[in-house]
Each structure stands twice: as C-alpha cells, then as structure tokens.
C-alpha cells in the first residue's frame, strides 16, 4: 500500500497530490622480541661469530619496530578532520560526517506524546522535524480527537485552524471506509489498523534563525491486520520535506510535502501474519528521534 495514497491533505500548505487525491502527512599492538641466550665463556675465540649474528638480529628487529611506530604514528595523524576542534580523545562533533549521528540528546520534554524543546539550531530541527514526520504518519491522526492535539502541537499557530480543517476534510467518511476505519478512526473489532513511521535520516536544506527546511527520509508500515483485511500491511519508503520557524521557543512546521522513494529493493523475506504484525504494533513502543 502506498504511503501517498492514504494519507494526506491537499497542496495548498505544501503537500504534493497524488492520483488518489492526497499524499503522506503522513587494538593496541606490543611487540615483544626475543634475543639471543648469553654467550657463555669468556668472550674470546669461537664467540665471536654469534655475537655478529646476535648484532645482525638486533639491527633487523629494530627496523621492523621502527616500521612499526612510523605506520602508527601515520594513522594516528591522518583522523585530522576528526580530532582537534574538541581536544578530547574521542574527536570532535564537529568534524563528524553529515549523515553521523551526533549523540545529542534531542530534548527533555513533551508536549503529549509529541517531543517538544528543541534546540534553536540546525540540529535541533532535524530533530523536531523527525519526530513530526512519526507523528504526522501515525494512526493517530485518523482518530478525529487525537489529530486535532497532534495539528496543535506540530504547526505554527497562525496555520491550525486552516489545517485542522483540510485534514478532516482529506481524513473524511470516504477515506476512512476505504481503509476500514469507522468514522472515529478505529478498527473493526479483530482488526488492528498499522501505521508506523520510522526516520532513517534528515538532511538540511535551507537554514536560517527564524526558518529551516529539513528533508526526512522515512520507512514505515501501513494498512489494517486482520485475517479478512481487505488493506494488508505493507511497507513504503518516502521523504518528508517540512519547512520549520522558530515560534515560542520552539520548532514547529509552517508547511509540508512527501514524494516516494529513496526505496532500496526489497528482499525475499517471508512476510508475517496479520496476528504477529498486530502483537508487533501493540508490544513495540516507538522512540523520540535525535540527529
């Protein structure tokens, strides 16, 4: 099932449409040498010839060691774009490369279920826009009272009320019916309705103080578990463009839109039953995102 064709809302906050009429909100080394045993006797005559050897042996043993701490000592200086600017051991953030993951913790609060405090940095919106991505393509935005909190905490003020209604408008009677949802978002009983999100990585497109736009690259899966399910659970992969402003100390999306892919081939894997997906939703928790 695709993502594009069960979620969504119209263009005109950003959303790209599709031909069903709405797109995704949705080791160290030690080297230990052995030399000769001692001569013996008293160092004349017949002893001569060993010592030579044992000189020879010496002089080969120390080139290999030095060969050894010359490689060393280049590896150790090659890390230049790593090390340096946090002058700790462990290199610094700052050099990592783009798609690392920094080790940051996003935030230390929550507005209901949704992370809410981020950082007033690019970071900090690749973060809130992952966590808005999960929240935007969950199952929760069917369920008429849970997406009007969810469009509250995730938009600027000034857009909720215009895109409370194009959502209810785009998650109507019709949409719900076809996905076999009643008109509250539930499904029918011995019936579990899936959609699960999960961000595989952000890039930053635009930056400024007040405004950035950040791509999320997501995978995830959707559709209705039950044995007459006419709607089985698949995956998709899709990214999430969202553009952010900084309003009340805070990230929050101005507008959105979605378009397929990057998806990888798939595998030969043998799919799950619809009991194991449904015990699989009700047992595994979901996360808050950070970069």
């Excluded at 970071?123 to 999960?134: F, K, P, R, T």
Aim: aromatic content about 8%.
């Amino acid at each position: 099932m695709s993502v594009g064709n069960d979620h969504g809302y119209g263009s005109d906050s950003g959303s790209s449409r599709t031909d069903d009429g709405y797109s995704t909100i949705g080791g160290t080394r030690q080297t230990r040498t052995r030399f000769p045993d001692g001569e013996g006797g008293d160092g004349f005559g017949g002893s001569r010839r060993p010592a030579r050897s044992s000189r020879s042996l010496i002089m080969v043993v120390g080139v290999v060691v030095l060969l050894i701490a010359a490689i060393a000592f280049a590896n150790l200086g090659g890390g230049g774009d790593d090390g340096g600017a946090s002058g700790g051991s462990g290199g610094s953030k700052a050099g990592a490369a783009p798609t690392a993951a920094t080790g940051t913790k996003p935030v230390t609060g929550k507005n209901g279920t949704i992370a809410s405090g981020f950082a007033h940095d690019a970071q900090g919106a690749q973060s809130a826009a992952a966590n808005y991505s999960v929240a935007l393509v969950s199952a929760d935005i069917l369920k008429p009272i849970q997406r009007a909190a969810i469009v509250r905490q995730v938009f600027v003020a000034s857009k909720v009320d215009e895109l409370e209604a194009k959502f209810n408008e785009a998650y109507n009677k019709t949409f719900l019916d076809k996905v076999g949802l009643d008109e509250n978002g539930n499904a029918a009983a011995g019936m579990t309705y899936v959609s699960r999100t999960a961000p595989v990585g952000t890039k930053v497109t635009q930056s400024s103080a007040t405004s950035t736009t950040v791509e999320v690259w997501c995978t995830g899966v959707f559709g209705t578990a039950g044995v007459s399910s006419t709607n089985p659970v698949s995956n998709d992969w899709f990214t999430m463009t969202l553009k952010l402003q900084w309003e009340a100390n805070d990230w929050k999306v101005d507008s959105f839109s979605q378009k397929e892919g990057p998806a990888p081939v798939n595998t030969d894997r043998t799919a799950s039953n619809a009991d194991e997906i449904a015990k699989a939703v009700e047992e595994y928790g979901g996360f808050t995102y950070a970069r």
